[in-house]
């Protein structure tokens, strides 16, 4: 099994734990404020009422009045191709992270049927709605759960109320928010994701992983959104490139725990572009016969060459047999290791040390 690495992502990590670092030594000031109630004097703007305005007098509501104390702990955008290593970059900070984050909140898109609030109700799945101080009914919206009142709130008031949940759940901090795949979210999401980067003193370290926005379900939404983000003061902005031929190399030299065939290498990187998750796959789909595949010994030696980068001529010539019967021993390899190329075979060899139980000549 290929060892979690952080092969060419060294300096985005770094980066990011450094972040979390300045967060947790300078913890922002939390904002308190007495909650209004329906039905007070005070009472609550216009559009926090429900539209079907029914709320009891002593029901709970939000305030969501603004002080010009400075916003969020910080904020990382992560972006890259699918299977860039995104989200693997994200768990390994937060492993890193020291102190540990007294709260970490993670939701991300639904791959089917996106519905409002989609990344809300992913953070909400499974935990206590004790504490957030917000009616319950909006609790059941914001948490797509089935008992959800017919009634609807207005978009402003619910967007409102979503901030003041996550508040909640973040508490006094230090928090770190976590935002997969902003790309594929739905509108309403969007919209308090960008709300969360403004909102003052939360206490938290925001750190959002996308595509970018052409490949995004709402390009335009997703690019606004993006822009929010990376806009705000000492915003983070991080893109993953595909690993180099060189980072390839390390990476499987930690996989295996031994130097790779230079050839091995060049078709490994060929094979999946770079990309750590393409990598991930073959590595982890390598062929491990079990019980262990029974090679003969010529086998061993024509594997051997294979490994060592050798076509079927240059087989044939170095163990004094003909082409034909090269032929034979490589299909006969390809089917005893379970491989579907040449490649795979190779990075099978390497593995079990073929080359070192025979001598090529």
Do not use: C, L, R
């Given at each position: 099994m290929m060892p979690v690495s952080m092969v060419g992502r060294v300096g985005e990590l770094a980066e990011l734990t450094r972040a979390w670092t300045r967060l947790a030594s300078s913890p922002v000031d939390s904002l308190v404020h007495p909650p209004l109630v329906a039905g007070s004097p005070a009472g609550a703007p216009p559009d926090l009422a429900p539209v079907a305005a029914d709320a009891a007098p002593?029901?709970?509501?939000?305030?969501?009045?603004?002080?010009?104390?400075?916003?969020?702990?910080?904020?990382?955008?992560?972006t890259g191709d699918a299977g860039a290593g995104k989200s693997l970059l994200v768990r390994c900070a937060i492993d890193a992270m020291r102190p540990r984050p007294a709260t970490v909140l993670s939701g991300g898109a639904r791959v089917h049927s996106p519905a409002p609030y989609d990344w809300l109700a992913a953070v909400l799945s499974g935990r206590p709605a004790v504490g957030l101080d917000i009616p319950p009914d909006a609790v059941a919206w914001l948490a797509q759960q089935p008992s959800a009142p017919t009634r609807r709130y207005a978009p402003g008031a619910l967007l409102r109320l979503a901030v003041q949940a996550v508040r909640a759940l973040a508490g006094a901090g230090p928090a770190v928010i976590v935002v997969e795949d902003l790309h594929a979210l739905d509108p309403a999401s969007l919209n308090l994701i960008g709300e969360l980067a403004a909102t003052p003193n939360l206490p938290a370290l925001l750190l959002v992983t996308s595509r970018l926005p052409e490949e995004a379900v709402s390009p335009a939404l997703v690019a606004r959104t993006l822009a929010r983000l990376t806009g705000a003061p000492d915003a983070i902005r991080q893109h993953l490139h595909p690993l180099t031929e060189s980072e390839v190399s390390l990476l499987l030299g930690q996989a295996y725990g031994t130097p790779v065939a230079p050839h091995v290498i060049e078709a490994a990187y060929t094979s999946t572009g770079g990309n750590p998750y393409r990598l991930t796959e073959l590595l982890a789909t390598e062929p491990r016969p079990e019980p262990p595949a029974q090679l003969t010994a010529r086998e061993i030696e024509v594997l051997a060459c294979l490994a060592a980068g050798m076509s079927n001529k240059q087989v044939a010539r170095s163990l004094g047999i003909s082409i034909r019967t090269v032929t034979v021993h490589v299909s006969n390899l390809l089917r005893k290791t379970r491989s579907s190329s040449r490649t795979e075979a190779a990075l099978w060899a390497v593995r079990h040390q073929v080359a070192d139980q025979s001598r090529v000549s």
């Open positions: 002593g029901t709970p509501v939000p305030d969501f009045a603004h002080s010009g104390a400075a916003g969020m702990g910080g904020i990382a955008v992560i």
